[in-house]
């Protein structure tokens, strides 16, 4: 049983190293589809996404402390293994246009497997308390990322909605979701403060660009 737990353990760090140099070559500057994207008003300044070094960082931190030990089981490797493929996938969907059924998909794979994924390691988290920051703030970025997602299909590709009225759904979202889950946490039954975090950093972020208009 360790042995398997330990040629998990090695698989997920290949596909995790892969799909960061993955990330990095496709996510390369393309000012035609930053040019895109920004149209939609809630799509984040660019330095938000500097986001993602702080969450590899949690991730190669969680690698190392998670090492030998029971973590890397069967369900938790794949869990792992398809929130990188729906992260690299919807990367790539994105910025080669694709279509937007395939990136939607991949960017659901992602958020939905990282949801499992936390839920399936909170009973690492009083042993590896790294675990649990790492991949609620995953969780957290993942939704956003949904929401942008969505609305620049929506709004720039599909021009179905327009962006003030997907600015005012997204408006309403953003201030939903960190609240339901501060209410869970003062009430005792659940603790995710930590998936708020990405978004109090995307709300400095657009009052920021609001005080710079």
Known sequence: M???????FWIALVVFVTHI?????????NPELFTRLEKLTL???????????????????SFYRTYGSAFWDNSIT??????????????Y???????????ISLIICMLVSAIVFMERTTL???????????????VGWAS?????????????????VSDKSYTIIGSIILALVPLVIWTLWFKHKADYRIVTVPYFVLYVAFAIRVILR
């Open 21 to 29: 140099i993955a990330n990095l070559i496709v996510t390369k500057p």
């Open 93 to 103: 969907a994105g910025a080669t246009n694709l279509g937007w059924l395939i990136y």
């Open 124 to 138: 690492f988290y009083s042993t590896f308390p790294i675990v649990k920051w790492a991949a609620q703030i995953y």
């Open 144 to 160: 956003l990322a949904f929401l942008v997602g969505t609305g620049v299909i929506l709004v720039t590709d599909q021009k179905l």
């Open 43 to 61: 799509f984040p300044p660019g330095w938000v996404f500097l986001i993602w070094f702080v969450i590899w960082t949690l991730q190669s931190i």
């Open 2 to 8: 360790a042995n398997n737990h330990t040629f998990n």
């Open 78 to 91: 794949l869990l792992f293994i398809l929130v990188c493929i729906g992260n690299i996938g919807s990367q």
